[in-house]
């Protein structure tokens, strides 16, 4: 693997290579990342990482300065792994030579709700540099996770509208075995709180359940499972099932689309997202299960 630092070395390694697989990340490395890049080398070759804590996505009272930067075991791990060919591990000051007044606003509608109203000029931040990159590697796919849900919508609506020669692949969120979403901040996780953090998880696969189970008040089914979470110490940003295709409300008392239940909340100072997706959900019967139910075969 060769580790270039420049936009200039990166440009010389690819130059005439019309099929880069690319992979963008904040580095920290853990298999959920090792699965983007896996998946990356299915879609092309040479497959391009790049590792870049961006400060332009980041609040001023959000973990910029101790965000985890790992840069010698990462480059380890990728090495072992042998997917990557090119990994581009630039410094601010070449990504950022002077104040970057130019910004890609997000969509109204996409980007202003969720992550985006929690976190007031995250995905300006997110974008920015997202065609930034695209720009220095000019990759012809690139993959995300489905664990940042909206970031991967809002970047695939970015690429859409501005006609960017770029198929944005989604890769499943990779789990601890305890169901845990693998994450570079659950690194911020005393033991008390590692133990506690699974929570989130079963608290979405709850509502998933009773949605599949056929029931539909989705405020009493969303409070419970905030209340749920309160109680164990958990300060609950969001916890709210949306349709797939935009990230709107879903609504009670209806036929449902496919939703995915999105959440954010608080364990300490730390703050994890997480998201199910649901499938779509027929009106049920009175009384009977809804179709698809996979408890009604139990
Ligand atoms: O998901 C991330 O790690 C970051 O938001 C990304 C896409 C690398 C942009 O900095």
């Given amino acids: 693997m060769k580790v270039v630092h420049t936009v200039q070395e990166l440009r010389d390694q690819l130059r005439g290579q019309l099929r880069v697989s690319f992979v963008p990340t904040m580095g920290n490395l853990h298999e959920g990342h090792l699965a983007l890049m896996r998946t990356a080398r299915q879609h092309g070759d040479p497959v391009v990482a ?5 400060r332009l996505q980041f609040g001023p009272n959000e973990d910029f300065h101790r965000y985890p930067r790992t840069l010698a075991a990462d480059i380890e791990k990728l090495e072992r792994d042998r997917n990557v060919y090119v990994l581009f591990a630039p410094s601010e000051e070449e990504l950022y030579p002077e104040p970057q007044t130019y910004r890609i606003q997000p969509p109204e509608g996409l980007g202003d709700i969720l992550e985006g109203q929690f976190r007031p000029g995250f995905f300006e931040g997110v974008t920015t540099i997202v065609l930034k990159l695209f720009s220095c590697v000019q990759p012809r796919v690139a993959v995300f996770g489905k664990k940042d849900y909206q970031q991967l919508m809002v970047v ?8 960017l020669p770029v198929e944005v692949i989604a890769q499943e969120t990779v789990r601890a075995d305890d169901g845990l979403a693998l994450s570079s901040r659950n690194g911020y996780l005393g033991s008390a709180e590692r133990a506690e953090a699974p929570r989130l998880y079963r608290a979405l696969q709850t509502v998933r359940d009773r949605i599949l189970a056929g029931e539909r008040d989705l405020g009493a089914i969303e409070r419970a499972a905030v209340a749920e979470l309160s109680q164990h110490g958990w300060n609950v ?7 797939q295709s935009d990230l709107q409300p879903a609504k009670s008392g209806e036929a449902l689309p496919a939703t995915v239940v999105v959440a954010a909340a608080r364990l300490g100072q730390t703050r994890l ?3 199910l997706e649901i499938p779509a959900a027929g009106v049920p019967a009175a009384g009977a299960p809804a179709a698809g139910d996979p408890i009604a075969g139990a």
Avoid: A, G, P
Wanted: proline content about 0%; charged content about 20%; hydrophobic content about 35%.
């Fill in 50 to 54: 790049s590792i870049f804590v961006n």
């Fill in 156 to 163: 695939r609506q970015m690429c859409r509208q501005f006609q």
């Fill in 237 to 243: 940003d969001y916890l709210t099932v949306r349709h």
């Fill in 273 to 275: 997202i997480d998201n």
